[in-house]
T-cell receptor
Framework: ETGVTQTPRHLVMGMTNKKSLKCEQHLGHNAMYWYKQSAKKPLELMFVYSLEERVENNSVPSRFSPECPNSSHLFLHLHTLQPEDSALYLC???????????FGPGTRLTVL | GESVGLHLPTLSVQEGDNSIINCAYSNSASDYFIWYKQESGKGPQFIID?????DKRQGQRVTVLLNKTVKHLSLQIAATQPGDSAVYFC???????????FGGGTRVLVKP
């Protein structure tokens, strides 16, 4: 349960706000991921960082900006979001080259 | 972490009975499969995985079966307990890179 942590757990923001989501992994992994889980769709991969370099950006709008300062931390910077961006944002980590991903508890984001 | 609003298939199981959750995958190149459990308000939790060189793998009260011929994966839960109530996702690694492709999930409801 504490291998991957995410803060905050809940966030309510207006469309003009800027906020950041934080993820930290304590598993010694070197690949990290952001996923979006919304009410009407299965898990959607947003970004992948491997060895601190972004290796995947699945056509995510520029209002979402990831940052990976080191292999243990991952951020998702949010600005001028839309109500349809309301969702559960999940962070995961894995060892580079390994398939098994371990998830954090998620941040429940509501955009008003 | 629940997929509220997503029309998930639901399996209602009597406490103590066995549960079988099914998943069809489409990518013949997938050689790794994983099952996750997601309880309300939490992120997906790893349950069990299997590689394509196996057709069965057992864990504690769980068994995963893989039929590569028909591209079918199943998760069996023995003696289902109230704590097993959750949404269960399968995932496969057929896409390039460190990417898992997730299914839509099945909701399991355990009746006392």
């Amino acid at each position: 349960e504490t291998g991957v942590t995410q803060t905050p757990r809940h966030l309510v923001m207006g469309m003009t706000n800027k906020k950041s989501l934080k993820c930290e992994q304590h598993l010694g992994h070197n690949a990290m991921y952001w996923y979006k889980q919304s009410a009407k769709k299965p898990l959607e991969l947003m970004f992948v960082y491997s060895l601190e370099e972004r290796v995947e950006n699945n056509s995510v709008p520029s209002r979402f900006s990831p940052e990976c300062p080191n292999s243990s931390h991952l951020f998702l910077h949010l600005h001028t979001l839309q109500p349809e961006d309301s969702a559960l944002y999940l962070c995961a980590s894995s060892q580079e080259g390994a398939d098994t991903q371990y998830f954090g508890p998620g941040t429940r984001l509501t955009v008003l | 972490g629940e997929s509220v609003g997503l029309h998930l298939p639901t399996l209602s199981v009597q406490e103590g009975d066995n549960s079988i959750i099914n998943c069809a995958y489409s990518n013949s190149a997938s050689d790794y499969f994983i099952w996750y459990k997601q309880e309300s308000g939490k992120g997906p939790q790893f349950i069990i995985d299997i590689r394509s060189n196996m057709d069965k793998r057992q864990g504690q009260r769980v068994t995963v079966l893989l039929n590569k011929t028909v591209k079918h994966l199943s998760l069996q839960i023995a003696a289902t307990q109230p704590g097993d109530s959750a949404v269960y996702f399968c995932a496969e690694n057929g896409a390039a890179g460190n990417k898992l492709t997730f299914g839509g999930g099945t909701r399991v409801l355990v009746k006392p």
